[in-house]
């Protein structure tokens, strides 16, 4: 019996250290880099810093131009009167309501004044109250993402449909501006990335993080939908670049939104005043 014992000391003494080491479950085996979730050098990606947030556009990039219903069609022209936004000149173009396909068109010659409904999306929105066909509009960078329905216009017999992108001739875009453009879109869709993996990491509600990736996955389908009628669009990308930096102000916003805010700083109690020491009672000399 000592002599077995004696014998299983000395194999456990010489055995090689590979052999001699216990693999725990779940344990990283030997030699395995112990970073965190987020990859090599325990650099987690959720916790990286954000990037500083990107001037939203403002209403000076689209004051005094004529922007076109996907770079073709019609003309809506802004002005700044007074400190405010407005539509100088709108100019719709249809299709005649009992001839589709036949074109015409619906001047508004007084113009519409604009009213600002804070930025839910990132970026300012405002509400053309136009009684033949209300819509809504978010100013981008030398364009506007128009939202509404399709609008009868009976007057002119007339059936328009604002929505889309507004914004240059598509024809008129060229040279150092499709450089510019392809830089702005890639800058955005990285932007874009990296604010939807956060704003994932922030939810931790089941139902809330499908709504995240169910909007971000219909992005791509949604931006195509919209580009597709604009003018050479395959050519500039300039609607494209515009949506993905809607996109990124879009999920900048809602990272915001969802960010704790600082608790309110309690005042400092205020310190009692120290009393005057009363006088001291007169020597009785007498």
Known sequence: MRLLVTSLLLALMYASPACAQL???GAAPPGAATGGAGGPGGVDAAKKPLPAPVRQPGDDLIAGRDLLHHGSRGTMRFEIRGGALRISRLLFQGDL???????????????????QVGRPAGVTRYKA???????????????????GELCE?????????PAGLWGPAGNSIRGEQLVAIERARRAAEERARTY?????NTSKDK???KRIA?????????????????????VHGFCGA??????????RAEIDKAAPQPAARAKPARKPQPRAPEPAPASNLY
């Open 23 to 25: 693999q725990l479950q």
């Open 242 to 251: 515009r949506l993905t930096e809607a996109r990124a102000f879009a999920l």
């Open 196 to 200: 939807f993996r956060a704003l994932l």
């Open 153 to 161: 216009v009976k007057a002119a017999a007339c059936t328009v449909d």
């Open 129 to 147: 109250a136009l009684e033949v066909c209300p819509f809504t509009l978010e100013v981008l960078d030398g364009a506007v993402l128009v939202a």
């Open 214 to 234: 169910a909007e971000q996955a219909g992005f791509s389908s949604r931006r195509e939908e919209v580009c597709s009628s604009y003018q050479r669009e395959t």
């Open 97 to 115: 309501t009992e001839r589709p396909g036949e074109p015409c068109r619906v001047e508004i010659e007084q113009g519409v004044d604009l009213q």
């Open 207 to 209: 139902n809330e993080t």
